[in-house]
């Protein structure tokens, strides 16, 4: 059984698109990551075992093999574990739909919560280049993911919360921007302001 979900990774200061891909076969139980990972997108397995056990679905006694494409890309940090926990359910048939407009990134914790990412701001610009129409990121992101325009930010603080919403029993609305905080932004000091320090 194959999945595959949309995430993004970072590359420098710019984001690129990332394929997350799930393959369940028959064989011995393993969990293998291949696609330039580092450490830190190793370890996802433990925490993407972890909250699929905790929030009540089944882990697959199987071969599992999760793919990061482009592989010519190392991939850093935790921003995959969501992804990753959702191309398994989506393979393992524990949940259904099409997810082909929608891009995940967050950290997992071992019981199921998202946590928070660096990096949010370039991935949504990015997102909304690719033309995707959902991005779902972490809730403790939101005020940064949702100064980008154009594509709906939908914040996420666990993993129930996501498949009630995708099956219908919750109903999550898209964070607005806070134009508070673009108003606090413009307000700040410009050195253009300093008299009698030219260099400045």
Do not use: H, W
Request: overall charge negative; aromatic content about 10%.
């Amino acid at each position: 059984m194959f999945a595959q979900i949309n995430s993004l990774g970072l590359y420098g200061m710019n984001a690129y698109v990332v394929n997350v891909e799930a393959d369940i076969s028959q064989g011995l139980p393993t969990f293998d990551i291949v696609g330039l990972p580092d450490a830190a997108v190793k370890e996802s397995r433990e925490r993407v075992r972890s909250s699929i056990k905790n929030c009540g679905f089944d882990f697959p006694v199987s071969r599992i093999t999760v793919n990061f494409a482009p592989a010519d890309i190392k991939k850093e940090g935790p921003v995959y574990d969501l992804p990753m926990l959702f191309a398994v359910l989506l393979a393992t048939r524990q949940i259904s739909g099409d997810f082909s407009d929608c891009v995940f990134a967050g950290e997992l914790s071992l019981n199921g919560e998202v946590k928070p990412i660096n990096g949010i701001l370039s991935m949504a610009i990015k997102a909304r280049e690719e033309g995707f129409k959902r991005f779902f990121i972490p809730a403790q992101n939101v005020a940064e993911g949702s100064v980008v325009e154009g594509i709906d930010i939908i914040p996420i603080k666990s993993i129930t919360q996501l498949t009630e919403y995708f099956n219908n029993k919750l109903v999550i609305l898209p964070a607005l921007p806070n134009s508070e905080e673009k108003q606090n932004f413009l307000d700040i000091p410009d050195f253009k302001d300093v008299c009698g320090q030219y260099e400045a």
